[in-house]
């Protein structure tokens, strides 16, 4: 029997049923997209308890932006040739860790570098999780098995920092983070027996070859739009609360619920947006991003209108999160070869979108523009997406036209 024999015969996009893994990777992504945006829902709660002002409490948030930038791609170097259900597992430990040392301390510094601490395990599963699901579900099947799993990092914007923000504002900040590290030790067990070893009879993962992957310029492309398209939304999303409740002039008790709208629209468009973009990857990204750049011009002009201010929440949830699993798809389809790496470098420029935007975010909403100046931050970055997406398609159609033309010359 030939090699190619063995080899399963591919379907549509959508039409097999993914592998279980995939599902079970999500609920870790749930737990991590947690405890990266719980602090948004709670900024005055943690500045009040802790004797600090609310923009230093969105260093949490940048901190741990900053984790996952650093860390991730080296973590991923570090864990190259442990098993990937191994990589996870510990990942998952120290995620709980740190979260217990948040929760016991009230010295801010500590609080700070336990969050870095904690995004670098949450880099570490992020990138090895994202490879696993790509492998388990093929190529065709990638972007929606990427979405799914990057879904679970939506699906706590819909349900995790929602009720975190409850908690928080009920029984105080710290509850949040006991739980995040109590529900991290089922994970453990779960990843344990859902997923299995890694193949004995595959070439061990090589340095090398994760290097000489990223020299494909694409690559770059992928990543440069991958931290736009995050520095866009996330400077606006990281101090939603202040917008609310001073230009909207809604109650602090209501913060939770427009965040479960964001969360909500950001569950659909993760999901929509890896389905979708199995198919028509380019069509997701232009749409998406004009309708970003759209939604946070909207934000800016009509956030004194709480009814407008609802809807333009779940858009910016929508379209600002339907680009992800097509870009760390692509990201992972030109690494074909040697992807951990790449996998991890997207999820890096994510986060450095991220922490720029929340770090210029936060010297705006103590300017003279207010609240308001997150969303003005969000919309100028979101208007350099079209830089790297227009190049990127252009190096595309050359890349198949070359394809095309070794076909012929062959």
């Known amino acids: 029997m030939s090699e190619t024999s063995t080899r399963p015969v591919a379907a549509p996009a959508g039409t097999v049923r993914l592998p279980f893994v995939i599902y079970v990777l999500a609920a870790g992504v749930f737990l991590m997209g947690t405890t990266e945006f719980i602090v948004a829902g709670i900024l005055p709660e943690i500045a009040a308890d802790l004797g600090v002002g609310v923009a230093d409490v969105g260093l949490m948030i940048t901190v741990f932006a900053i984790g996952m930038i650093v860390g991730t791609p080296l973590m991923a170097i570090a864990t190259l040739r442990l098993q990937h259900r191994l990589t996870l597992s510990l990942a998952l430990m120290l995620f709980a860790i740190g979260h217990v040392v948040v929760a016991l301390s009230s010295h801010f510094g500590l609080i700070l570098g336990m969050r870095f601490v904690t995004a670098l395990a949450t880099g570490a599963f992020w990138a090895v999780a994202a490879v696993v699901a790509a492998k388990a579900a093929g ?188 870009l760390i798809g692509k990201a992972v389809g030109y690494a074909d070869k040697a992807p951990t790496l790449a996998s991890a470098l997207s999820t890096s420029a994510f986060n450095v979108g991220t922490a720029v935007g929340s770090w210029i975010a936060g010297f705006a909403i103590e300017s003279a523009l207010g609240a308001s100046g997150p969303v003005i931050v969000g919309a100028a970055i979101a208007a350099l997406y079209f830089l790297p997406l227009s190049a990127l398609i252009v190096k595309d159609r050359r890349a198949g036209r070359l394809r095309l033309e070794d076909g012929v010359n062959a």
């Open 139 to 326: 190529p065709s099947r990638s972007s929606r098995a990427l979405g799914i799993v990057l879904g679970g990092g939506m699906l706590a914007n819909v349900i995790g920092v929602p009720l975190g923000s409850f908690a928080g504002q009920a029984i105080g900040w710290r509850g949040p983070f006991w739980a995040l590290a109590i529900l991290a030790l089922p994970a453990v067990v779960a990843i344990l027996k859902q997923l299995p070893a890694d193949p004995g009879d595959v070439p061990l993962p090589s340095l090398r070859r994760e290097l000489a992957a990223l020299r494909d310029v694409r690559v770059w492309l992928v990543l440069a739009g991958a931290a736009i398209v995050c520095g866009s939304s996330l400077a606006a999303y990281s101090f939603i609360s202040p917008l609310l409740t001073e230009n909207t002039g809604m109650a602090a008790s209501s913060v939770p619920l427009v965040l479960l709208t964001y969360g909500v629209g950001a569950l659909i468009g993760s999901n929509l947006g890896g389905h979708i973009g199995s198919v028509r990857p380019y069509h997701v990204l232009f749409a998406s991003a004009s309708a970003t750049f759209l939604v946070l011009v909207g934000l800016a002009l009509f956030s004194h209108l709480p009814a407008a201010t609802v809807v333009l929440v779940f858009l910016l949830g929508l379209f600002g999160m339907s680009t992800n699993p097509v």
